[in-house]
């Protein structure tokens, strides 16, 4: 079966600082990643999703995210953080069908 | 804008009085999904309708029931609404082999 980590509940960064959240995955056949960013009393959106294409994706708002088959990760990153990217960050993965797995999600917050 | 909405976005029921929690989608995506979230947690699926077909997970109880009436709707239903089924669910759709689009959510207050 499927499953992801997430490492670190959560993250703290000064504004203007590079983010890094880090995703780990267990799939015994090639997966599809995401990476879903939640804000207060909002829905799920869709930052970037790995479909077996090219191993470094871009996504919305300056975000990227690398595939490493080698370390089973797909770790989340952007150069520069701003205020509006606190929120909560979700990794999911995809075998069968579109059913997600997700991990337990971290919370990201940005210092002045 | 094509979305997926819920309504209410915000539901407070009573101990044991049965519930239901609305979706629909502009997206005409034959996949659409409820999703149970608690706080500080992540969501968890409930089931699924592909097209007509009804999918449910192992471990959804059996006081958790949903209604696909047509493409555009999906109902949730909560027979019976115990303290710990507080939480906020989320509706989200999709065709086949693409990204989950969700909605706002709906929060659900058990008094």
């Known amino acids: 079966a499927q499953s992801v980590t997430q490492l670190g509940s959560h993250v703290s960064v000064s504004e203007g600082a590079l983010v890094l959240l880090r995703c780990n995955y267990s799939?015994?056949?090639?997966?599809?990643l995401f990476w879903y960013v939640q804000y207060p009393n909002q829905g799920l959106q869709l930052l970037l999703k790995y479909t077996s294409a090219a191993t470094l994706v871009k996504g919305i708002n300056g975000f990227e995210a690398e595939f490493k088959k080698s370390e089973t990760s797909f770790h989340l990153t952007k150069p520069s953080a701003h205020m509006s990217d606190a929120a909560e960050y979700f990794c999911a993965v995809s075998v069968w069908g579109n059913k997600l797995v997700f991990g337990a999600g971290t919370i990201l917050r940005v210092k002045s | 804008d094509a979305m997926v909405i819920q309504n209410p976005r915000y539901q407070v029921t009573q101990f044991g009085k049965p519930v239901t929690l609305s979706c629909s989608q502009t997206l005409n995506h034959n996949v659409m999904y409820w999703y149970q979230q608690k706080s500080s947690q992540a969501p968890k699926l409930l089931f699924h309708y592909y097209d007509k077909d009804f999918n449910n997970e192992a471990d959804t109880p059996d006081n958790f029931q949903s209604r696909r009436p047509n493409t555009s709707f999906c109902f949730l239903d909560i027979r019976s609404p115990g303290l710990g089924d507080a939480a906020m669910y989320l509706c989200a759709t999709s065709r086949a082999n693409q990204p989950q689009h969700f909605g706002d959510g709906t929060r659900l207050s058990i008094l």
């Open positions: 799939s015994s056949v090639p997966p599809y």
